[in-house]
Structure formats: C-alpha cells, structure tokens
C-alpha cells in the first residue's frame, strides 16, 4: 500500500505499508502529476473582487480586504487578503489576524511590547506604538521560495490607503497650523475597479472598518509614493504532511499542515493516473495548524494514494 503524503521541487515522497513493513520511498514524477497532488486553485484572471480572494482570515457577516505592496520589483507587485468580523474591528485588527506573527513595541515601556499570532505563517510585520498610533516597521513574506521584505525608515516609509469608512480628520496649513476638521465618507465595495485610494490620515489602529473597506500599505521608497496597482490573491499556503505513522495494526495516521479558516477535503485513488479522485469523509473548515486524518487501512488496495485540496 503507498501513500503519497509529500513533495519537494518535483519529487514525491511515499510512505508506505506491506503486511507490517512501513517505511518511505521517494520518487520522481513528472510536474504534471506533482500538480495534480497539491491540489492548489489557479487564481482567476478576472478583475479582482471579494469573491477572487482566497486567502480569508476571521469570521462575520462584514468583509474588508488589505493589500500589501512592497515595491520591490518582485512579482506580483501587490498581494491581497481578506477578513470576516461582526461588531467592531480596526485595520489593526485585520492586519494582526492575517499576519502569521504582529510585533508591537511600545515606543514609551518597550517591557510592555506584545506578540500576536496570526493565520498566515508566511508573513510577520513589525510596528511601534506612539500616543497617536500604531505605526508599520516592515512587513516581511516568506515562502520556500520568495523573501520580501522593506524596512527603512531612514530612505523610506510604508504609505496607507484607505477606501470605505467614515472618519473625521484634522486640516493644517502649508506652516502646519490647524485650520479645521473635514470627513472622509465612502461606502464599501466588493470589487477592486471601484476603488478610489485615499492616503489615510488616521493611523491603522484609529480606522474602523466597514463591510466593504479595502486598505493597502505600499512602501514608498526614497518617500516617493507609489500608486497601488490591482492585486493579485494571496494563495494560502499548501497542505503538506509533516508525519505520518502507524496508529494500530489497521489504522494509518496522517497529519497535514493547513490553514486555519481554509477549506479542504481529502481525496484518493488507486491509481496517481486515474482521472477522478475519491471523496474521503466530508469538506471541512480548518481550525488549527495542523490536522490529523485516521485512515484505515484495507488490504485489496495494493496501492493508495492521498491528497488534501484546497478548495476555492
């Protein structure tokens, strides 16, 4: 009986039970099949809307969606995420339930600094806390392939935009004395052409979100501002198996990294050629890190192979 429970580059590698022999055996494929095992939804190459996102952190009836763009001439040049709240929630709070790790410093007790754990393990950002505001440090995506990152201050900043919300906002002169107060006021949209950026002048944890607020955070070299170009969506990370072993003498455990909030179902054949996968129990929404699978092992299937898809 094989399992395909893994790849790297364009290897898979199978664990495999014969009678009470287990062990492992890695073979080549062709990039086809290694596809067809990761199971990953193709973004849509239509205009970008709430529905084209794949990447949703949090639950709620109300959606906004944050884009991040480095400027850095990696591709895509700006990626987006989205985030489901009931009640109240600020951009803060978006950013810290997306991100896999959100530092924040207190800029006046630094012993006061607080760690947040987030649902994308390939981003951690870095911010500083001020009487006015949380500020952005830097953002930093990693994957087995692509560091990008930007954090300096000295030669640069990370600029906020905003669309949908209503805040009021302080006027000054070109001597920066206070003239007065005006309102920003913009219904939401699920659709990125209907978007209009206004360069925030309220902090992101000062800005509440609306059911439809997009907000992006470009880093503006050398302080020159870069218009945010049109999103491409941040795929969730995909499953990979980080053990697999023999729970009894019929059952078979698999555990999968996933991502919380995602949708996935495990799926089978016999034959890694066959057109048609099997459904193997129910689709489910991931609650953790990780999530184990018991599968029982039966002994007219020679061959048996496993893969966990992401659902779109």
Not at 49 to 73: L, M, P, R
Not at 187 to 200: E, Q
Not at 256 to 278: G, H
Request: hydrophobic share 35%; charged share 15%.
């Amino acid at each position: 009986m094989f399992l395909s429970i893994a790849r790297t580059e364009n290897t898979l590698k199978y664990a495999f039970v014969v009678g009470s022999s287990f062990g492992w055996k890695t073979i080549s494929l062709p990039l086809l099949a290694v596809g067809i095992i990761l199971g990953h939804p193709t973004p849509s190459a239509a205009s970008t809307t709430f529905d084209s996102i794949k990447f949703w952190t949090g639950t709620g009836i109300n959606e906004a969606a944050i884009v991040i763009q480095w400027n850095d001439a990696g591709t895509p040049t700006s990626m987006v995420w989205g985030y489901r709240w009931d009640g109240t929630a600020t951009s803060f709070d978006m950013f810290q339930s997306i991100a896999g790790t959100t530092y924040l410093t207190d800029s006046s007790s630094p012993q006061n600094s607080q760690t947040y754990l987030g649902s994308d393990p390939r981003l951690a950002t870095s911010w500083t806390k001020y009487g006015f505001g949380n500020a952005l440090d830097s953002v930093v995506f990693q994957n087995d392939t692509t560091l990008r990152t930007q954090s300096d201050w000295t030669n640069g900043y990370w600029e906020y935009s905003v669309y949908g919300g209503t805040f009021n906002y302080p006027i000054y002169d070109a001597n920066w004395k206070y003239v007065g107060e005006e309102t920003y006021s913009q219904t939401g949209t699920d659709t990125y052409s209907n978007v209009n950026w206004f360069s925030s002048p309220i902090g992101a944890s000062d800005r509440i979100l609306v059911d439809g607020s997009w907000d992006a955070f470009s880093f503006a070299a050398d302080f020159t501002s870069t218009p945010v170009v049109e999103p491409s969506p941040a795929l969730p990370p995909s499953p990979t198996a980080k053990s697999i072993r023999l729970k009894s003498s019929t059952e078979l455990e698999i555990i999968f990294t996933t991502t919380p909030n995602i949708l996935y179902q495990l799926e089978s054949k016999e034959d890694l050629l066959a057109p048609v996968w099997s459904l193997q129990g129910n689709s489910f929404l991931a609650t953790s890190a990780e999530t184990s699978f018991i599968v029982l092992l039966q002994s007219n299937k020679p061959k048996w192979f496993f893969r966990l898809r992401q659902l779109p």
